[in-house]
C-alpha cells in the first residue's frame, strides 16, 4: 500500500441522521428502510466508508446531528430547504478527536440541492482541516458533485481538495464496492 500517511473518513449518512439515533447501533441504522424497501442499492456511503476502512486502515468518524430530521422524508425536506436558506447550520454531537494525527481526509457526503448537507457547514466550522488533504466521495440522483467541491475549497481553504468520486445513489451495492475500490487503488495523492 502506498504510503499517504494516517487517513480518517468522515462521511454524513442521512440514515444515520433522521429519527431517535441516540439508541441505535450504526449497523441497525444502515440497514433501516426510510420508508423504502430494504434494497441492496441502499446504504452506499457506507459501503464506500468500509472500502476506505479496509484499504486505508482508516479510522471513521460520523457525522451526526444532536437533533436528527424527523423520519418522513416531506416534513424534513422543508426543514432542511430552510436550514440552507437562513444559514442555519445544526449543531454536531462531536467534533474530530485527535485531528492532528491525520493527514488525509475522506469525506463522503449525498448531495443535496446540489450542494453540501447543512451540518457540513458546522462539520467544516469545527474540524479546522488546514495542512489536510481532503478526497471527497458521494452519492448523488443525477447532479454528481453539484457544487460541492467547489464548497469544500471554501470552507477549507487551507486544504487540498483532490478530485472526488461520486455515483448514483441507485447504483447495486456489490458494483459501488468495485467501482469505488479500484478508484481507489488508482489514486495517488503524493505524485
Ligand atoms: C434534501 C435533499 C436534497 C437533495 N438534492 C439533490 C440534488 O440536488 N441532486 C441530486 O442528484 N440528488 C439530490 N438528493 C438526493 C440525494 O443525493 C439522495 O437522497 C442520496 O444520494 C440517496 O441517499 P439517501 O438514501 O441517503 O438519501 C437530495 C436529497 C435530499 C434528502
Redesign the pocket.
Known amino acids: 500500500m502506498q504510503d499517504d500517511g494516517k487517513a480518517l473518513v468522515a462521511y454524513f449518512?442521512?440514515?444515520e441522521n433522521v429519527g431517535d439515533t441516540s439508541s441505535m447501533e450504526i449497523d441497525a441504522i444502515t440497514s433501516a428502510s426510510?420508508n423504502r424497501e430494504t434494497s441492496n442499492t441502499?446504504g452506499n456511503l457506507q459501503v464506500m466508508a468500509q472500502v476506505i476502512e479496509e484499504k486505508k486502515a482508516a479510522d471513521v468518524f460520523h457525522i451526526q446531528m444532536t437533533e436528527p430530521y424527523p423520519m418522513d422524508y416531506s416534513t424534513m425536506?422543508p426543514i432542511?430547504v430552510e436550514q440552507m436558506q437562513n444559514e442555519d447550520w445544526p449543531a454536531l454531537q462531536s467534533k474530530i478527536e485527535n485531528l492532528e494525527e491525520y493527514d488525509v481526509i475522506y469525506i463522503g457526503v449525498?448531495?443535496?440541492?446540489?450542494v453540501l448537507p447543512p451540518a457540513m457547514n458546522t462539520f467544516f466550522a469545527e474540524n479546522d482541516l488546514s495542512g489536510k488533504t481532503i478526497v471527497p466521495f458521494g452519492?448523488?440522483?443525477?447532479?454528481r458533485f453539484?457544487r460541492m467541491i467547489e464548497q469544500m475549497k471554501e470552507l477549507a481553504p487551507g486544504a487540498t481538495v483532490t478530485d472526488g468520486f461520486t455515483i448514483n445513489?441507485e447504483t447495486d451495492n456489490d458494483e459501488v464496492k468495485t467501482e469505488f475500490g479500484e478508484w481507489l487503488d488508482a489514486l495517488v495523492l503524493n505524485p
Not at 110 to 114: A, C, E, F, G, I
Open positions: 449518512a442521512y440514515s426510510l441502499e425536506l432542511s449525498p448531495v443535496w440541492n446540489s452519492i448523488h440522483l443525477g447532479s453539484g445513489a
